[in-house]
């Protein structure tokens, strides 16, 4: 921060710029230059490129300052430019590797060597990046600007958009995620690096009726000051947490709809020896779920450490756990399922006394089972059908019952909008076996699909396959998880990809610089790490809209069936 910034209000030095003052807009390049090339450099990982693309970003900014509506995001503003030239630059320099790669031979090509200070220096560089780069980018980018901008939590919470409290949260955070030695590594490099006035006269020089000034920065600087391209290191860590966060999601949404047919099977179970069966199995499934993440935790906590598995013993380790628990967790629903009906059979021979609900309900149904149809419809279809099939004593289907309307809820349900049942089909779908644009279950299908075996458009699930696949295993186009299978793209613990692949092992894939910053900018990485600006809002909605659906639903399905009420 320069001197002049101080005793100058920013909003002040900003409405001048913006007005076309160039002096002002220098002391504003100065003051945010940290922030704007830290952005980048987050991107890159590598300082001379950071400062190009900054330098861009504020030529930029001052060519389009009249499009800049709310001056107090100028901040922000600048650097969300910065962040876009730096997309460039990766973009630009893959295009030429690969130009380079397919035009030229470069066995026994020599270069000339660096001096060994020099040499050193790099190798520091290359070092911090590679620690960063295993950081989810949230942290990583928030670690960079508050050690390029004198460490002041409110620059980086103004340059980034979001409160104090989530910037110290995240440096927290972030100091957490990085071994103390290598802390210290990161600060010093990134404080030694932050841009100088130099850089300010280098911006200052470019722009309109200051072309000599520019030429002048530029002889003072490559006097100087020197540069390498820092290459991306790779940190077993960073994809093996990557990894572990897209395992957890991806059991946590398979287990969703699991999660609501155990709690209605309870609800509604004949006997009291059934309902202590089905909380053993609860029981036994939130073990199952806990023993799995922190396997999946100590896992990545060998993988981090001095003494880590080597990439094809940490990748059986880790595909053994993730297959390993899917079938584990199949197994006990099969054997919970037989136990139910040996049970439910065991009870109804020795007389046993039904629940009171159970008792209630199968009174009503025994005959004719249990129907409702609403009496209004639209476009020929009732808005509200309900069928459930006769039960047996035991509670055991003799026939499925099949609802049809625009909500439907049944042992088989075809709904237009909303579908409940053991197979169901619909807009929104939930059940054992659901199909639908949005669909939750035990095995789903659907453009959004939520399971433990899901299969979608964007599918997330224990085993999740789609174009866009986050789970325990994934497999698509995209995807992303504990093991990740993509054509497109993979990142993971483990991952092969024809396309992008980054991960603590990595089978097959371009795992260049550019195409690890690529995969890092997909949306659903920031997903599987957890951050999601771009995407909060929407799925939120989505979640609520959801949830008001299964409260409505359930509460008239429950209203409805309080009484009698058939065809």
């Known amino acids: 921060m320069t001197p002049t910034v101080k005793n100058v209000e920013v ?68 650097c969300s430019i910065a962040r876009h030239r730096a997309l460039d630059i990766v973009r630009k320099s893959k295009r030429l590797e690969e130009h380079f790669d397919a035009t030229h031979d470069t ?38 600007l508050y050690y390029r901008g004198e460490q002041s939590v409110a620059m980086v919470a103004e340059s ?20 103390n030695e290598v802390q210290r590594l990161v600060e010093s490099t990134l404080k030694g690096t932050a841009p100088t006035a130099a850089f300010t006269a280098c911006v200052m020089g470019a722009m309109p009726g200051n072309a000599s ?80 993440i922190a396997a999946l935790s100590y896992l990545v906590a060998i993988q981090t450490s001095d003494s880590p598995f080597a990439g094809t013993t940490y990748a059986l380790f880790l595909l053994s756990l993730i297959v390993g628990f899917q079938l584990l967790l199949m197994g006990v629903v099969i054997l919970m399922m037989r136990q139910y009906r040996r049970l439910g059979e065991a009870a109804k021979l020795a007389g046993d006394e039904l629940e009171p609900r159970a008792a209630a309900f199968q009174q009503s149904q025994s005959c ?21 099939s006769p039960r047996d004593a035991g509670g055991i289907a003799l026939r499925p019952g099949v609802a049809r309307g625009w909500i439907a809820i049944g042992d088989v349900a075809y709904g237009w909008f909303f579908a409940m049942g053991d197979k169901s089909i619909a807009a929104i779908a939930m059940g054992s076996r659901p199909i639908g ?58 991952a092969a990809s024809m396309g992008s692949a980054k991960g603590a092992t990595v089978f097959s894939g371009d795992t260049s610089e550019a195409a690890v910053a690529t995969i890092n900018q997909h949306w659903l990485t920031k997903i599987a790490e ?38």
Request: proline share 2%.
């Open 107 to 144: 066995e026994g090509t020599d270069t000339d060597p660096l001096p060994v200070d020099a040499l050193a220096q790099e190798e520091e560089r290359q070092l911090v990046w590679a620690t960063l780069d295993g950081l989810p980018e949230k942290y990583r980018e928030t670690m960079v």
């Open 213 to 292: 000034a520019a030429i002048a920065a530029t002889a003072a600087i490559s006097s100087t000051k020197s540069s390498g391209a820092a290459t991306v290191g790779k940190l077993a860590g960073g994809a093996a947490a990557a990894g572990l966060s897209g395992a957890v999601l991806g059991t946590l949404g398979g287990l969703l709809g699991g999660g609501i047919g155990t709690y209605l099977t309870h609800r509604n179970a004949p006997y009291a020896s059934q309902k202590r069966s089905i909380v053993r199995f609860t029981i036994v499934t939130l073990l199952l779920i806990g023993g799995f």
């Open 11 to 78: 909003h002040e030095l900003v409405g001048l710029a913006l007005s076309g003052d160039q002096a002002a807009f220098g002391q504003l390049v100065g003051h945010y230059s940290g922030m704007v090339t830290g952005v980048a450099y987050s991107v890159l990982g590598d300082f001379a490129r950071s400062e190009d693309a900054g330098q861009e970003a504020f030529l930029e900014a001052w060519k389009k300052r009249d499009t800049l509506r709310d001056p107090a995001k100028f901040a922000s503003w600048v």
């Open 160 to 179: 980034i958009g979001e409160s104090e409290a989530t910037v110290r949260q995240r440096l927290t955070r972030g100091r957490q995620m990085l071994r």
């Open 530 to 567: 957890g951050y999601t600006p771009d995407f909060a809002f929407q799925i939120n909605v989505l979640v609520i809209i959801i949830l008001v659906v299964i409260a409505v639903v359930t509460r008239i399905t429950l209203s409805k069936l309080q009484t009698p009420s058939h065809r």
């Open 437 to 494: 644009i949005v669909s939750v279950g035990a095995m789903s299908i659907g453009v959004i699909s939520m399971g433990g075996l899901s299969i979608g458009l964007i599918s997330l699930g224990g085993l999740a396959v789609g174009w866009w696949s986050l789970g325990g295993l994934a497999l698509g186009g995209h995807a992303v998880g504990g093991a990740a299978f993509g054509i497109k793209m993979a990142a993971g613990g483990v």
């Open 368 to 388: 004719c089972g249990r129907s409702w149809t609403s009496g209004r419809r639209l476009l020929g279809r009732p808005l509200l059908d309900i069928q459930f």
